[in-house]
């Protein structure tokens, strides 16, 4: 296999090798939780206090629609915030989750992907230094550039949490 940021044919060059990016780690995001059973998924840890695979996936998947329809200029439609959102609750905390299946949760980031290629591709190079609001209150300012770096590397970072769970399961279902 060869490992390479080159975008899709239809995506300028630097937009393609980010786009390229978010795209590598969805994969990697697939493939580190392949085979997950719903309890896995739901496993909140050692203690029960963490943030299950499931809760960081559906934040994974809002993030990055939030940054798509950044990229597309547009307000996240309500019906989007509804059916993904939010991205926190009443205590500052990711949603709850449970019991939503492994599968539902990839098709439906799958989906957020698609979104993503399709608003990649009406990108140019220099449409990445346009300039987007986000945060909690649109209380920060970021180049959709920086959007989309930020989309794979928020991506890692969650994963990074999702195989130390996977690890602790693992070890807790053999000491039984």
């Not at 937009?15 to 896995?40: C, D, F, H, P, W």
Request: hydrophobic share 35%; aromatic share 8%; charged share 20%.
């Amino acid at each position: 296999m060869l490992y390479d940021l080159q975008g899709e044919a239809n995506m300028s060059p630097i937009v393609g090798m980010l786009y390229s990016a978010v795209k590598e780690n969805s994969q990697r995001l697939q493939l580190i939780t392949e085979g997950m059973s719903q309890e896995e998924v739901d496993n909140k840890g050692p203690n029960g206090n963490l943030n299950s695979t499931a809760q960081l996936i559906k934040h994974i998947m809002y993030v990055d629609l939030n940054w798509v329809y950044r990229i597309k200029g547009q307000p996240l439609p309500q019906s989007l915030k509804e059916q993904y959102g939010p991205m926190i609750d009443e205590n500052n905390r990711l949603p709850m989750v449970k019991g939503i299946p492994l599968n539902t949760l990839i098709s439906n980031y799958v989906d957020i992907l698609k979104m993503l290629k399709d608003s990649c591709t009406q990108l140019t190079d220099a449409d990445l230094d346009k300039v987007a609001t986000f945060g909690h209150e649109n209380e920060k300012q970021a180049t959709l550039r920086w959007g989309l770096w930020h989309m794979a590397d928020h991506s890692r970072y969650h994963q990074a949490q999702i195989n130390q769970l996977r690890k602790w399961y693992s070890e807790n279902v053999l000491s039984k």
